[in-house]
């Protein structure tokens, strides 16, 4: 059993696309059971930064430890520990929300007892016989968080988990978050557009646009070491020009 | 040991079974649509005993507006029946099956409508002192229609059945139309169903971002590949079984070869397709341009492979080629096995080339697959 500081490290990190910087020498560590939030507008990097630390792509130059070890030696092992969710990702139309949820525990080699204590936990037990397509936006998201949390993963990497949920379910999702920080050590790492989840949710927020950090800390932190600002949207857009949610 | 019911295997084909079985469309294109298009095919291209003939008849420009008889109206009116404006005559013939000539009596300008509508395929120009014929000398029907028409007002209705003795029904099996399609239907079925449902799928899935997903699990990826195979493949079972049993029970389709050659050169057929999906989408997310990659890929095959009319139409030089792409491959095989009673040994090769061709394709289409 490693103990190490940093449950994440990401060091000195470039990754481009054709002639266009996605991540552009990124540093970033992350302490076990710490929330982290990456902001930014669409473009910022977030989402390639979080693929990579999810080890669906592969930095250019630099390197990303997860706990001590790197994607390349450790696949499968990596594989255990991490959940994800994706931006958008659609699970099949005609499966049931527990078939899927069943689908991806065989993955990991869990039984349906697993399944079922998931099903609680996202408080989507009177939807387990739902076809996928037939499930509102905040229950698919609620699906995915779900199957992101199959196997009990010591780090949770969510790319915009709430996006184009409305208050309520947005809310539902932040609760069981909550809920995860507060009965096991899981170490969360979030994109988002929005100021009040990052607000709400996390210790730490990482402010990215074109490829670079802008600022880091909490959000203390940052309004103060970045001058005063009244909230993280005066922040941004003094840091960028833009809005969060340009 | 893990339960069967929760390895990734199983419950990956169970999942892709499910998405084929509960989608309704699916079940009508690859079930249903095969099944009406052999009986509407099927009755439409088989002869039977009684057939018409429609054949439009109008009076010379010297008579039309008058009551006189021309040489054709006068010949009908003594020899047919008459219901309202058509002369119909029946030339009788045990052997070949009886024939109905309708001759439908209207002005020239309406005939060549009734042509054009192909309601007709004849006209005849009737005149005083003899009969002028309109009519396609590429038509094969048209000129059945011409030869009838002439020898009728040449010999009379006996004409028909006077040769009787010369005619030795074929009584084969498989000479019939139908015997040629359902072979050729079963064929283009596995086609239509690896090329679609496991080429689409997987680049719907992709473009959904499903791929993406499932490969930053520790799901292995050749698992999601053979279970996607396997699923399509009982599929296909079930679908070409059905189709067989509603020939056999319909139209009286039998199998005169061997049976363990057939599900040889079924698997082949499979491994074939299951290949040549898994290399063409192999690459892209984009759904639209996988259309159009599959399309690009099964439509020639669908109308040069002889699927529903024999290949041999095509120019000679061209032949050699389309006989051996792997539809061609296996209608022929399936015809042979069907209809000439062919076993294992006349199709090991097919069956070997096939194999061959869908292993060659899974394999690069596997090294140059992109999963996200």
């Known amino acids: 059993m490693t103990n190490l500081e940093y449950i994440v490290e990401v060091r000195k990190v470039k990754k481009s696309f054709k002639d266009v910087k996605a991540v552009n020498g990124v540093d970033l560590q992350i302490r076990p059971g710490e929330f982290l939030a990456l902001l930014g507008p669409n473009g910022a990097g977030k989402t390639t930064l979080v693929e990579m630390i999810e080890g669906i792509q592969h930095p250019d130059e630099g390197e990303i430890l997860i706990d001590g070890k790197k994607w390349k030696s450790h696949q499968q092992e990596l594989h255990h520990m991490i959940g994800l969710s994706l931006q958008e990702t659609r699970f099949m139309d005609k499966l049931t929300a527990y078939e899927t949820l069943r689908l991806f525990a065989s993955f990991y080699k869990l039984d349906s007892s697993r399944v079922n204590e998931v099903f609680k936990l996202i408080g989507l037990g009177e939807k387990k016989k739902a076809f996928v397509n037939n499930l509102s936006g905040g229950q698919r998201q609620r699906l995915a968080l779900g199957v992101a949390l199959l196997n009990k993963p010591k780090i949770l990497l969510l790319d915009e988990p709430t996006t184009g949920l409305d208050p309520n379910a947005r809310r539902e999702i932040w609760n069981i978050l909550l809920d995860l920080k507060k009965e096991h050590n899981t170490s969360l790492i979030l994109t988002s557009h929005y100021m009040e989840e990052a607000e709400y949710l996390c210790d730490r927020i990482v402010i990215m646009d074109q490829g670079n950090i802008l600022a880091e800390g909490t959000l203390e932190e940052i309004l103060t070491i970045t001058g005063g600002h009244r909230s993280l949207d005066d922040l941004f857009i003094s840091l960028t020009g833009r809005h969060l949610y340009d | ?372």
Request: hydrophobic share 50%.
């Open chain 2, 1 to 372: 040991m893990i339960k069967i019911t929760n390895h990734q295997l199983f419950r990956l084909t169970a999942a892709h079974f499910a998405e084929i079985i509960r989608e309704p469309s699916v079940i009508f294109w690859g079930v249903v649509f095969p099944i009406l298009m052999a009986w509407g095919l099927g009755i439409a291209f088989t002869q039977k005993a009684g057939i018409q003939a429609k054949i439009a008849i109008f009076k010379d420009v010297y008579h039309q507006n008058t009551s006189e008889n021309t040489k054709a109206i006068n010949f009908l009116t003594a020899n047919s029946v008459k219901k309202d404006s058509t002369y119909s005559v029946l030339l009788k013939n045990d052997k070949l099956g009886d024939v109905k000539l309708n001759f439908i009596e209207t002005s020239a300008s309406n005939a060549y409508t009734l042509l054009k509508k192909g309601s007709v395929s004849l006209i005849i120009e009737d005149k005083k002192d003899g009969v002028n014929y309109h009519f396609d000398p590429a038509s094969t029907e048209a000129k059945a229609a011409y030869n009838l028409a002439t020898n009728l007002f040449l010999k009379g209705p006996l004409f028909y059945s006077s040769n009787e003795s010369e005619i030795i029904p074929l009584t084969l099996q498989g000479t019939r139309y139908v015997d040629f399609l359902i072979p050729g239907l079963l064929a283009m079925g596995i086609m239509m169903a690896c090329c679609w449902g496991i080429s689409y799928t997987i680049i719907d899935r992709r473009s959904k971002k499903l791929l993406r997903r499932m490969v930053a699990t520790p799901m292995k990826k050749s698992n999601l590949l053979f279970a996607l195979i396997t699923a399509r493949f009982t599929m296909n079972l079930v679908e070409a079984l059905l189709l067989f049993v509603f020939a056999w029970i319909y139209f009286g389709v039998k199998i005169q070869g061997n049976w363990l050659a057939l599900i040889v050169l079924f698997i082949a057929g499979n491994i074939a397709f299951s290949g040549i999906s898994i290399l063409l989408s192999s690459r892209t997310s984009n759904t639209e341009v996988g259309n159009g990659i599959i399309n690009a890929v099964v439509t020639p095959m669908m109308v040069v492979s002889g699927v529903f009319f024999s290949y041999h139409n095509f120019p000679d030089w061209t032949v050699n080629l389309i006989k051996y792409l792997p539809l061609t491959m296996i209608a022929d095989g399936f015809r042979t096995i069907f209809n000439e009673g062919a076993g294992f040994m006349d199709v090991w090769q097919a069956a070997l080339v096939l194999t061959l061709v869908g292993t060659v394709s899974f394999l690069i289409g596997l090294k140059i697959f992109k999963w996200y």
